[in-house]
């Protein structure tokens, strides 16, 4: 049975509660979805490694989590011929790919995929807590050894730490991707939290508030795996969750990569 690039998202689309929205951010960024549908390629975002190797899969649809385009709604006004802009949607375009973005409805879906997909990455499932959003309660560890755990199971080259490495951790808020500071802060400040894992973080707010907080004698903590490695098994997970809704439609995962690199 082949179907369109249209009647694959609208499947996944199907599958999500109180889906579509106007607001969402999930829409079709470049391409043609009115087109058959050879095969999906799903990634935390789209990179000319990702497109070229999408390719090859002989996948026509990236389903990416984050923009494309450096704008949260991947705005095209006001770039003004940007080379690098203008480059990559060229590309785009010479490799017939048509790209729709899977974020705000891959939260909402119930539970959350992506938080789903790392869960099950850590071998987190029975630790978390569905009468709380987002919180996993894991046998006490420390701040050192939950961050040192994360990083192996994650196969990071480096996490980062902000508190006290000795302090309890069982409580674990994981607010993964970029929530910002406002709701990581928000988080540490309740009594049922002892540590925020994130992918990014506002340095001056929250990593001060974790110091502030293990000073005053609340300890609190903040685990940075890098939005990347905090959400890249949730696209992941996405492979094995869409393969039943497009049976024989070839579906892959491409990894794109940390942007940030370790200079020593
Ligand atoms: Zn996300």
Redesign the pocket.
Known sequence: MSVTIQEAIDAIVARIPGAPRADSVDTVKVGNPALPLTGIATAFTVTFDVMEKAKESGANLIVT??PTFYDHYDRMEDWGGDPVREAKLRRLEELGLTVWRF?DY??AHRPDG?RTGVARKLGWESYLDPSREGMAVVPPTTLRSLAQELKSKLSLPYVRIAGNPDMTCREVAML???PGGERQVQALRRDDVDVVVC?ETAEWQTCEYARDASAAGRPRGLVVLGHFAS?DD?MRYLVEWLQPLLPGVRIVHLASGDPLSLVL
């Open positions: 989590h984050e974020h891959w939260h992506i993964l991707g970029a992918g959400e949730g």
